[in-house]
């Protein structure tokens, strides 16, 4: 295949307009600094949408990134040096990285194979090995809600907090209900890949305001109510900037018709590789991902290396990338425990077979055509 002039990427950010009015009124009222009327805008939306149909609000913190929100999540949550945190094993390492900020220690809990995420099963046995955990970090990988009525209902039996990273997943729902929203603390990120961004930025949203003011004192440097800095625990910088909110809540107008878009990416792969030996990243009929990424996974029995494809996809200018590898294979993490229920471990059978495609919303329908032909001569 001839290479295509220009890169086709994974994903990057869709701008609108709206936002340049958000930070012009940042800018006309020199209001700069980080907290400020667009951080509280931003939040009041953001708790208004995800909560549009239910009676409980979670009170929703800005944040300088996702991983600052995670951080802070598991702060709340009384995570300990020592402590177990039963965790998604098939995610992004910033999901998992705040146990450690804290002396918590991960164990990994392996996928199932209708949504790739967190198998109930082996959550189920991971408590049976565990009992004194106390706290479950739960991502949605890819926009793709994970089973949360089982996943909520086990938290339960075994008295844990649920900590949910849909990082990768505002505007999924599972069952009607929003990602976002499961947990009793729960993330979002905006980082410039995202569904929507603001550059770089997260959100904490809490079950109560309680646990808000204190997530947002460790956010502002741990400050004591006294006229000199006064100090009691540490703090962290953590705050998000009024400019930056400004984009955000620019985005969030957008939201929807970002998820309308990314399904429709989504659909034109399913049904373009439908004659190939490969399955689309699949979710439960009961959900409604919002297919932030695309990925595909070769058939098993066939001998085409996924790497390969993503080796010959660079080599024609066109972003793809191998599915997020296992964190229970990451050397990082050698040592921890990794629970399944399976003979081979299903996430390591995915990491095997699958890969993420070009997935961004302003890809055109020629652009896209291009990818799939790419594929196709691989097979
Ligand atoms: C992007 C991402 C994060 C981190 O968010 P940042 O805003 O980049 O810190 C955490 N978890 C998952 C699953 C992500 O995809």
């Known amino acids: 295949m001839t290479p295509c002039n220009h890169r086709i990427p994974l994903a990057t950010p869709t701008m609108h307009g709206d936002e340049m009015a958000y930070i012009q009124e940042a800018f006309d009222r020199n209001w700069i600094a980080p907290l400020g009327f667009n951080c509280d805008g931003f939040e009041a939306e953001m708790g208004a949408y995800l909560n549009c149909n239910r009676k ?14 995670l951080h802070l999540a598991v702060k709340l949550a009384g995570v300990k040096r020592g402590d177990i945190v039963l965790c998604s094993d098939m995610t992004f390492a910033a999901t998992v990285n705040p146990v450690t900020y804290e002396g918590g220690v991960q164990v990994f809990v392996d996928s199932e194979r209708e949504t790739w995420n967190m198998d109930p099963r082996a959550l189920e046995k991971a408590f049976e090995k565990y009992p004194q955990a106390k706290v479950v970090m739960l991502a949605h990988l890819y926009g793709t809600p994970a089973r949360m009525n089982e996943i909520v209902e086990i938290c339960k039996l075994h008295n844990a907090i649920l900590i ?3 990082a990768e997943a505002l505007s999924s729902e599972y069952r009607g209900r929003k990602c976002g929203t499961f947990g009793k603390y729960n993330i979002l990120s905006f980082n410039g890949n995202k569904i929507i961004t603001t550059s770089g ?3 904490l949203l809490c079950e109560n305001e309680a646990d808000r003011k204190k997530a947002l004192f460790w956010a502002t440097q741990a400050r004591e109510p006294a006229l000199w800095y006064q100090h009691e625990e540490i703090g962290y910088n953590y705050r998000m900037s009024n400019v930056v909110a400004g984009i955000g809540r620019g985005q969030l107008k957008h939201l929807e018709n970002h998820r309308e878009r990314k399904e429709a990416v989504y659909r034109r792969y399913e049904k373009a590789l439908a004659d190939l030996p490969v399955t689309m990243n699949p979710y439960l009929p009961d959900s409604k991902p919002n297919f932030w990424l695309s990925c595909m996974a070769v058939d098993k029995g066939i001998k085409v290396d996924p790497l390969d494809i993503v080796c010959k996809l660079n080599a024609c200018n066109v972003e793809a990338r191998p599915i997020w590898k296992p964190m229970h294979m990451q050397p990082v993490f050698k040592g921890h425990d ?19 495609l070009p997935s961004d919303i302003k890809m055109t329908g020629e652009e896209q055509n291009y990818v799939i032909d790419v594929i196709r001569s691989c097979f």
């Not at 990794?338 to 993420?356: M, N, Q, W």
């Open 56 to 69: 409980t609000y979670h009170h929703a913190l800005c944040l300088n990134a996702g991983t600052a929100a």
């Open 164 to 166: 949910e990273d849909a």
């Open 201 to 203: 930025g997260g959100m």
């Open 338 to 356: 990794f629970i399944s229920v399976e003979e081979s471990p299903v996430s390591e059978d995915i990491f095997a077979r699958g890969l993420c």
